[in-house]
Structures are given as C-alpha cells and as structure tokens.
C-alpha cells in the first residue's frame, strides 16, 4: 500500500473571481482521489467557498430556470472534495479562518468546515509533506 | 541538491512580474537544483510557437523542465502537439506527484 500523503493548500481567492479558484479546486480534487490527507488553510475571501447560504439561481438574459442555469456553488465542490476524501480512506480538514469569516459575516459555513486562525496554518505545514499558499497577488 | 516546482500562472504579455520567475528558475538550475517550471491559467500562452517569447526556450537550454498543464491548453485553443520545443503538455497531477515527494513548490 502506497504510504498516505499530508498536503496543505493556502487559499486567499473568494469564489467566481479568479482561474486561480478553479486551479486550486482541481489540485486537491486530485489529492483526495489519492486518499491523501488534505489540510486547507482559507483566509481573506477564501472563506466564503464554503458558505452555507450560496444559492443556485436562474439565467434570465439566456432564458433559463435555475435547474437548467445548473449554477456551481463552491459550497457544493468543498462538500464533494471531502465526500471524495472520505471515499478514498483520506480526509480534507478545511479551517476558514475565524477573523476573515467575521469581517465577511461567513459563520454559516457547511458541515466539516472548522474555524481556526493563521496558528493553524503553521501547523498544518508543520505535519504536511509540502504546502502550497496560493495568494492572490 | 533540491528539487524546484515552480508554477507560472500569469501571461507574461500582461503581467511583467513574469520575469521574475523565469530569473528565479534559471538562477536554481544554475546552482545545480532540478527545477521544473510548470505553465497554468493564461501562464501557457507563451508556450505557443509563435508567441515572441524567448524565455521559456532559454530555460530549457538552461535545463529548467517546461511544462503546459494540459487543461489550460485546451481551455484557450492550443494543441498540446504544437507547443515551442522543448515545452511538453502535463496533467496537473504532475504538481500533486511532486509535493508529495516533498518538492519545495512556489506559485506565481
């Protein structure tokens, strides 16, 4: 059996603003089908991937209701990476952290999301094999 | 020796900082260091073979691995099997592959 992996990625991006979102979804999509553990640290924007309260909605300059619009919610993705993870004999610990989230009044995060500070990053690469920080600038 | 995963995200028509990256790329292979500049995002475009951009050739002459995440290729109209030579198409897993192994990885 191949020996588990620790990654940790550092998020900065809020979602639908940048290719820099859709890059870092799909590298830990690729570490959890490994069954990797992944750590990810969210800060500044970032902490509102997984924001409970995203809703789909309708298109209507092209003239489609919300089922056929089909709008991806970030929250939904975090929710699929970690039921991926899980699959896979990994996890994803995902810690937003608890000054940005409160500065964007983004507490309602979905289920499995921990609240931390920038001290859990530390930690986090502490036990990882490597880290990523993925900044914004 | 160590082994170097830089990733390059920006069109270094648009972003000037590029350069920087180029520099610090060949800079570690100079000292020896095995270093891999990986392209993603608009990072791909000067991989084109007509795009006016020397750097990326001079890294792989300067032994520096160049490599275009395949997806973006795709996503903007390039064939993977029409890029400057010496610049190879690769799946983002090669970035997962590589700090797994431990590889100090840097974004652009």
């Given at each position: 059996m191949a020996e588990k992996k620790t990654l940790t990625f550092a998020l900065m991006d809020p979602p639908y603003e940048s290719a820099r979102t859709t890059t870092a979804l799909r590298l830990i999509d690729i570490a959890v089908r490994r069954g990797y553990a992944v750590n990810v640290f969210a800060y500044e924007g970032a902490v509102l991937l997984p924001f409970a309260r995203q809703q789909p909605h309708p298109n209507a300059v092209h003239g489609r209701n919300v089922e056929e619009e089909h709008h991806l919610l970030t929250k939904d993705v975090v929710a699929a990476l970690a039921a991926e993870a899980t699959q896979n004999g990994g996890k994803l610990d995902w810690v937003n952290c608890g000054l940005c989230v409160d500065e964007r009044g983004a507490g309602e995060a979905i289920e499995g999301v921990r609240r931390g500070s920038p001290a859990d990053l530390w930690k986090m690469a502490e036990t990882s094999d490597a880290t990523l920080v993925i900044g914004t600038r | 020796m160590a082994k170097y995963l830089l990733i390059e995200t920006r069109d270094p028509f648009e972003a000037s900082d590029v350069g920087f990256c180029h520099d610090l790329a060949r800079r570690l292979a100079a000292e020896g260091n095995q270093v891999i500049l990986y392209l993603v995002q608009n990072g791909?475009?000067?991989?084109?073979?007509?795009?006016?951009?020397p750097a990326l050739a001079e890294l792989v002459q300067a032994g520096v691995e160049v490599l275009a995440d395949d997806f973006s290729l795709r996503e903007r109209g390039i064939?993977?099997?029409?890029?400057?030579?010496?610049i190879k198409s690769s799946p983002l897993d090669v970035v997962i592959d590589e700090m797994a192994e431990g590889c100090k990885v840097i974004w652009h």
């Open positions: - | 791909v475009l000067p991989a084109r073979p007509g795009a006016r951009a064939s993977a099997g029409r890029l400057q030579a010496g």
